[in-house]
């Protein structure tokens, strides 16, 4: 029973992983909010996108209120998830990078009125434990763009989201992208 049991176990972190993996470029490209499981290929990009549900546990999806989709607005931000719940810190973790190497790690938002209250909120982003921004929302129809680089010191990063008491952390999007590691030097 117990070794059916850890079978199992295994089995579904493989699929965790297979499905949370970067794709043959290094790349990981994920927008917050769609429905689990599916991805699609953005036509002016042609970057996959995936879903964002291997990457996180927290959290609930939410489409952006209608007036704001707009067929000029990257898909991207159609949709995001947010996070009532879960206490304080929310986390987004990347999986199968190569420890010691450099990442641009960037972060989408757009509030778009997804929760219907037109509260737009502020919070904090960490990278691991370390602070890294505050998101300060100050239009529902502005598109926020955080980059940051990165050595990351193991085979994974986690992307956090901390409640500050000044309204719901959500984001649309995550990306990440493996740099050479003679860039940046001063990382
Ligand atoms: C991509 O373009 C096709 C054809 O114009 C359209 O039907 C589809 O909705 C577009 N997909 C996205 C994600 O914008
Ligand atoms: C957020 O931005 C607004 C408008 O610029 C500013 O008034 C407010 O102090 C900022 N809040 C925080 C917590 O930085």
Redesign the pocket.
């Given at each position: 029973m117990e070794r059916w049991l850890l079978l199992l176990l295994l089995f579904a972190v493989g699929l965790l992983q297979a499905r949370a993996q970067p794709d043959s470029k290094g790349f990981i490209s994920i927008d917050c909010g769609i429905p689990p499981k599916t991805r699609?290929v953005?036509?002016d990009t042609k970057i996959s996108y995936a879903a964002d549900d291997g990457f996180t546990d927290g959290g609930s999806n939410h489409n952006v209120s209608p007036e704001y989709i707009d067929p000029l607005l990257s898909?991207r931000y159609y949709n995001v998830r947010a996070f009532p719940d879960g206490g304080r810190r929310n986390c987004y973790t990347l999986r199968s990078l190569v420890a010691g190497s450099k990442y641009l790690i960037r972060a989408t938002f757009m509030y778009g009125n997804y929760d219907g209250l037109s509260k737009l909120p502020v919070f904090g982003l960490y990278i691991g434990v370390n602070f890294w921004t505050t998101v300060n929302i100050t239009s529902p129809i502005e598109t926020e763009v955080k980059e940051a680089i990165v050595m990351v010191p193991d085979d994974f990063v986690q992307v956090c989201l901390i409640n500050t008491g000044s309204g719901m952390p959500f984001i649309s999007g995550l990306d990440l992208r493996p740099l050479e590691n003679r860039l940046y030097p001063q990382i």
């Open positions: 699609y953005d036509n898909p």
